[in-house]
């Protein structure tokens, strides 16, 4: 019988690497998916409402834009410094194995 192949260390970095990546793209998309579909939905059913002024001059449609401005920068803050904590010591070491190992040479 031959002898069974033991399961490698880089295997569970792996699939730790890809759930954190999973898991920052579903929060991220989330919510910039939210902010957009009120924009839009907004916009669409009160097409009047967007032009009116609220501040001197400054519409509500210009304000509801800057506000879905400010969460997709949020978002990409978000998504920047979420890789940077979780993402990154992940794939480090993934790559520290596999340089260990020698399977990262090369690619």
Same mark, same amino acid.
């Given at each position: ?8 260390? @880089? =295997?569970?970095? +792996?699939?730790? #690497? ?8 579903? *929060?991220?998309? $989330? ?28 519409? @509500? =449609?210009?304000? +509801?834009?800057? #506000? ?8 990409? *803050?978000?998504? $920047? ?27």
């Amino acid at each position: 019988m031959p002898p069974q192949p033991q399961p490698s260390p @880089a =295997g569970s970095d +792996l699939r730790g #690497l890809r759930a954190t990546s999973r898991r920052l793209r579903r *929060r991220t998309a $989330g919510t910039l998916l939210a902010g957009h579909m009120m924009f839009t939905t907004i916009c669409c059913i009160a097409a009047q409402a967007m032009g009116t002024e609220l501040l001197g001059h400054v519409s @509500a =449609g210009l304000l +509801l834009a800057t #506000l879905q401005l400010m969460i997709i920068l949020w978002s990409l *803050r978000y998504y $920047g410094r979420t890789a940077t904590e979780y993402k990154d010591p992940e794939a480090e070491r993934v790559r520290r194995h596999l340089a260990a190992t020698g399977q990262g040479e090369g690619r």
